[in-house]
């Protein structure tokens, strides 16, 4: 049964919208709903968190009722066999305002679901994110709007760009933002956001939007964005995400009105992102591999909090390491280097140890010893 076969009379089953808005509207590809239970209190039943045995079964038993009702996010529909009167919200619908069909998933979310987003403290401050001058100074309008956020009303930054080599400060900015503002910040990566259910990413959007708004002024930070993000040359390699992007945009365009929230994205690969998603944010704010001065300052920073003494000077291990990130120089040059060390019982880390870390990185990079002199 198409829908548009259906008679005028099967076409309204949700009395939480108008009649008039159906004709305009397309199948939902998908639809998730959540029990929120019976508008009377019934003290024998308790079925707050009902859970779905068998999905495919589900969805014959709810399309027989809820066939042809129109699904808007935020409204109801009510089961009228097993559980009479029983309220489902609609968390998700996709599109929305659209038609309950054939060929739409409809899934119930329970706890398995749902995942918990919490705001992450950082002790950062901006003085531990060594170089990238130029994002910090930019990011100083992101500071003035979240110290007063109805000052800027339109003018808000809301959507911010993260982009550059990995392991050079884009999650630490972030984090040292937040801490030195002392406002929530929401740290998700893109590749969480896809669950095990048609509608689960979506609503860990919702969510994730709904919490940052209650606890505003605040920063949602999702990293490898290009993860859901990509162009549509790439989407093949990717799976069906689309639901998980349109929740996004959804958000980011400001259907709520999102004050104190500041969204920032980051990735490594920002050519590769769908044009529909990068055309979202206002700036993009580059962050690039440390100079020479700079990589001195990083030696210097982390050298100290070393358990056993290192031999080479900061300035001689940043001449061996042009072309490496700060993740690169803690993780792969001063770390390897003191594993090794301590495996050897050296009572110092020499520069036959920092050899060895090196030799390990560039093979690890299939890059010769040469590249980056």
Known sequence: MRLNKLPKEQIFHNPNVSIASVKISKEAKAVVVEGIGFPFKLPVMDVSNLEVNNKELFE?????????????????????????????????????????????????????????????????????????????????????YLKNPEKFADWAPRNILFYGVSGTGKTMLAKALSNELDVSLYLIKATNLIGDHVGDGAFSIHDLFEKAGKNSPSVIFIDEIDAIGLHRKYQSIRGDVSEIVNALLTEMDGINSNEGIVTIAATNNPEQLDYGIRSRFEDEFEFVLPDEKERVSIFNKYIVSLPIPIKPTAKQLANLTKGFSGRDIKEKVLKSSLHKAISEEANEITMDHINYALGNYYKENNSPKDMFA
């Open 60 to 144: 014959v038993y709810a399309k027989e009722q809820w066939m042809g009702s129109l699904a808007v996010e935020g409204t109801y529909l009510f089961d009228q066999r097993i559980l009479p009167d029983f309220a489902f919200k609609i968390i998700t619908a996709y599109p929305n305002n659209s038609v309950i069909g054939e060929d739409t998933s409809i899934v119930l979310l329970s706890n398995d679901n749902k995942k918990d987003i919490l705001s992450v403290k950082s002790n950062l401050s901006l003085d531990d994110v060594i170089g990238q001058e130029k994002a910090k100074s930019k990011c100083k309008v992101i500071m003035e």
